[in-house]
């Protein structure tokens, strides 16, 4: 049996997301980023259609590397101005039942203690629908701004990723036992301190002796996203992620990321199908082929390849404004460059990809590829990419929100039902439950947050030692 | 003409928060905390009643200096679990128009950048309906699940909340000039990067050289509330302040502590009536005076004394579990004991203020009073709070939610309006225009966030300078 696609709607607090420029498209609501209607009507926009989630991306920074400057991003609302994807969360939350949310947040600025607390709180206010893209920031400006001089360097971010995750993991499963929480009013009970336990954590980079601040969610633990693409970043997806994110040049390609991902997992005592793996695309359809290239180019008069390479800059550390637009960049032989160049040179040897060209095809799609064409053109090719490409999802980038979505609900998603490969209701009701079926509701048991269910079970509780001591 | 009467409900995302046991009530929604549809519903009600705004609380830690031990307030659920306050209040925007809503926030943990931004976005999402709580956090167990060794000490706490405000001021009211945004599709320009500046911030405490991450919010800077009782405390407040929190046993002792803040307003080149000063009370209400009395009864029996002897030691950081619950605490030569002692030694000086009596006083009113009686008896007892106390407005607190707060819409509402003391429809759409008047959405001339007001006109922008350089 084909396997059923997951899908995942990629948006941003922001203006300009995946799409430089787009913004100004007549159909485009994006600059509406600010208002509480946006973000109520794509949500119930993606229950429509079924979604497994829509997904928060965030950098509590901005994109200055390109001609050493904010401007160029400034102008074209380059995820500049970007607000906290957290805020708007609830509110899509009281107006869907299944959709989950998937929201990224750079920890490498953050304290275990209060960001547990703030995902357990949604956990609870949408019932089990949210997940937790764990994110180790790469904007130099975010560090700055952060009160550091500059970016603590890449291997330690990880390193103090793993020590996060571990006090989450503490805090939310292993704190408050199942049955801590009596709600007994006859009885005078609400929550048992005999089973509440301080985690006694004490590691490198974080000391946090105390007890959890919040009663169980009904995930417990939020479901883990991350994107790292590093080998690094890898290894904590495979010992992490649960919902993996990867860029997507051609199928072929997208495989060999996806079985080393795998690899990790299976290194690590997972299952090779634990993780679920998503591909960033762009869909473009429309009723056929032609009317769908037409779109396209219709969409592509408004691309903005400033705010593309804006992009770049950020996402690579390199200035492709020190290059005339028609230079070819394999010629340059800097490393950062070249290595940045990889996934298009390998995806396309023959192409002689210069400064335009790379800011043109970011333009339309970010570090992904626009698929277009009819319903079943797209079907097509989006069955070839999970197939070929190993992958369990899409991760639906838009030219133009909730334009790009609407399109999708109309025209692809009965397209795929009608194949088998989409469901036709949703399963359960948390976002966990989504991506591993009914029932789901917690983290597999080979997930590390596993480790800890019950693992304070007989040791010192609120109730027998004075909480003081414990620290 | 009598002074309209102002008017805030108290409320915190915990089970019990000023009223320890009052949970276990039939009346009680309190324990549905962690749901969207407590909040949506509360929210709607208090809009219905034309409250000013709903006001939570917060702590990042828990109470456990009675008796050494958080267990106390964990059987009860006094104030723990307790959930991330901001994550409920775009739900709560999208079902009201002009309620408004003040959040607390520790920011002693935080970083100013990503609090601006927080702050920022939900006064967009809100439509400018957010007010920010400062709050140097007072709980040991916070600062040791922070990290922290021990808390910082009081006045450097202040010190740092005071350039805190200073970068947040910046952010909000300086990066982004009036006219930077122009949503200009045609012309392709979203925003003027020569109208937006980096705040180049570099001080004791923080360092942020970068732009602000958000576009300017209706408040721009949200309404600025404030608790604190210490004279280091008091002249935060005359300074930053906009409306101020204030316990209340007795209106004429309640008059010393609100004209020695509006002194340190004049102080700080504001008039006395740019603070606006709410009193916590609780209101037991019900047709006659004799069945308010029966009420207030009733909900004594459901009190919890234990309870309220965890948030006694968490505020005074005096342990009353040392003593007998007969022992006169006069009597007890301990300077932190007569400090905390004070506001109820001096309401009531023929009393002899027992443990009993004192956690008693706590259980159903915390540092406030309960005022019972028919709405003829609560409207004038308020209305003497206000006038003898020097006062703007009442600061609601509920024995049981949303029980008490629909008493308060149902009887003491009209009676209110009836003698002219409140409003019969909001003025205006946002936090500050409930509290200023129509019109009055940014800060006033003479608040400290004025100063930043277009302060970076003409200074280096993001257009004329490469934004690596400013730093």
Same mark, same amino acid.
């Given at each position: 049996?084909?396997?059923?696609?997951?899908?995942?709607?990629?948006?941003?607090?922001?203006?300009?997301?995946?799409?430089?420029?787009?913004?100004?498209?007549?159909?485009?609501?994006?600059?509406?980023?600010?208002?509480?209607?946006?973000?109520?009507?794509?949500?119930?926009?993606?229950?429509?259609?079924?979604?497994?989630?829509?997904?928060?991306?965030?950098?509590?920074?901005?994109?200055?590397?390109?001609?050493?400057?904010? *401007?160029? #991003?400034?102008?074209?609302?380059?995820?500049?101005?970007?607000?906290?994807?957290?805020?708007?969360?609830?509110?899509?939350?009281?107006?869907?039942?299944?959709?989950?949310?998937?929201?990224?947040?750079?920890?490498?600025?953050?304290?275990?203690?209060?960001?547990?607390?703030?995902? *357990?709180?949604?956990?609870?206010?949408?019932?089990?629908?949210?997940?937790?893209?764990?994110?180790?920031?790469?904007?130099?400006?975010?560090?700055?701004?952060?009160?550091?001089?500059? %970016?603590?360097?890449?291997?330690?971010? =990880?390193? &103090?990723? $793993? $020590?996060?995750?571990?006090?989450?993991?503490?805090?939310?499963?292993?704190?408050?036992?199942?049955?801590?929480?009596?709600?007994?009013?006859? !009885?005078?009970?609400?929550?048992?301190?005999?089973? #509440?336990?301080? &985690?006694?954590?004490?590691?490198? =980079?974080?000391?946090?002796?105390?007890? !959890?601040? +919040?009663?169980?969610?009904?995930?417990?633990?939020?479901?883990?996203?991350?994107?790292?693409?590093?080998?690094?970043?890898?290894?904590?997806?495979?010992?992490?992620?649960?919902?993996?994110?990867?860029?997507?040049?051609?199928?072929?390609?997208?495989?060999?990321?996806?079985?080393?991902?795998?690899?990790?997992?299976? *290194?690590?005592?997972?299952?090779? @199908?634990?993780?679920?793996?998503?591909?960033?695309?762009?869909? &473009?359809?429309?009723?056929?082929?032609?009317?769908?290239?037409?779109?396209?180019?219709?969409?592509?008069?408004?691309?903005? +390849?400033?705010?593309?390479?804006?992009?770049?800059?950020?996402?690579?550390?390199?200035?492709?404004?020190?290059?005339?637009?028609?230079?070819?960049?394999?010629?340059?032989?800097? $490393?950062?460059?070249?290595?940045?160049?990889?996934?298009?040179?390998?995806?396309?040897?023959?192409?002689?990809?210069?400064?335009?060209?790379?800011?043109?095809?970011?333009?339309? !799609?970010?570090? !992904?590829?626009?698929?277009?064409?009819?319903?079943?053109?797209?079907?097509?090719?989006?069955?070839?990419?999970?197939?070929?490409?190993?992958?369990?999802?899409?991760?639906?980038?838009?030219?133009?929100?909730?334009?790009?979505?609407?399109?999708?609900?109309?025209?692809?998603?009965?397209?795929? %039902?009608?194949?088998?490969?989409?469901?036709?209701?949703?399963?359960?009701? +948390?976002?966990?439950?989504?991506?591993?079926?009914?029932?789901?509701?917690?983290?597999?048991?080979?997930?590390?947050?596993?480790?800890?269910?019950?693992?304070?079970?007989?040791?010192?509780?609120?109730?027998?030692?004075?909480?003081? @001591?414990?620290?």
């Amino acid at each position: 049996m084909s396997k059923r696609i997951a899908l995942n709607a990629f948006d941003m607090s922001c203006v300009g997301h995946q799409a430089p420029g787009l913004w100004k498209h007549p159909r485009s609501r994006a600059d509406e980023y600010n208002t509480l209607e946006y973000w109520t009507d794509v949500a119930q926009l993606l229950e429509r259609g079924l979604f497994d989630a829509m997904f928060l991306a965030d950098v509590v920074g901005y994109y200055d590397v390109y001609r050493n400057s904010a *401007a160029p #991003v400034i102008k074209d609302a380059t995820q500049i101005p970007v607000n906290d994807p957290f805020m708007h969360v609830s509110a899509m939350a009281a107006v869907t039942k299944h959709l989950g949310f998937g929201i990224t947040s750079a920890i490498t600025y953050e304290q275990p203690y209060p960001l547990a607390r703030r995902f *357990a709180t949604l956990d609870h206010l949408t019932r089990g629908r949210v997940g937790f893209n764990v994110v180790t920031s790469y904007l130099k400006s975010a560090a700055e701004n952060h009160g550091l001089t500059d %970016q603590i360097s890449h291997d330690e971010r =990880y390193e &103090i990723a $793993e $020590e996060f995750m571990d006090v989450c993991y503490k805090l939310w499963e292993g704190s408050w036992e199942d049955g801590a929480v009596k709600r007994d009013r006859a !009885g005078g009970v609400f929550a048992d301190p005999a089973l #509440v336990h301080p &985690i006694r954590h004490h590691g490198k =980079y974080f000391d946090v002796p105390g007890i !959890g601040l +919040t009663e169980p969610s009904p995930q417990r633990t939020p479901l883990i996203f991350q994107a790292g693409a590093s080998s690094r970043g890898r290894a904590f997806a495979g010992r992490h992620a649960e919902a993996v994110f990867v860029g997507g040049i051609r199928p072929d390609l997208t495989r060999a990321v996806t079985d080393r991902l795998r690899d990790e997992a299976e *290194a690590h005592g997972r299952r090779r @199908e634990d993780l679920k793996i998503f591909a960033m695309l762009h869909v &473009i359809v429309d009723e056929t082929d032609a009317k769908a290239e037409q779109k396209r180019r219709d969409y592509e008069r408004y691309a903005d +390849t400033d705010g593309a390479l804006g992009l770049v800059g950020g996402w690579s550390g390199v200035d492709l404004g020190r290059f005339d637009e028609d230079d070819v960049l394999e010629y340059v032989r800097t $490393e950062s460059i070249q290595s940045f160049l990889t996934p298009f040179t390998t995806a396309d040897p023959n192409k002689k990809w210069t400064v335009r060209e790379v800011a043109k095809h970011i333009s339309m !799609g970010g570090m !992904g590829v626009p698929v277009v064409g009819s319903p079943q053109t797209v079907a097509d090719e989006l069955e070839r990419w999970i197939d070929e490409g190993g992958l369990d999802g899409i991760n639906l980038a838009y030219h133009v929100s909730p334009g790009s979505f609407e399109d999708f609900v109309e025209w692809v998603v009965p397209e795929l %039902q009608k194949r088998g490969r989409y469901r036709t209701a949703y399963e359960g009701t +948390t976002l966990r439950e989504n991506l591993y079926g009914a029932g789901q509701t917690k983290v597999l048991d080979t997930h590390p947050a596993a480790r800890y269910r019950g693992a304070y079970a007989g040791q010192p509780s609120a109730a027998d030692t004075p909480a003081r @001591e414990l620290v």
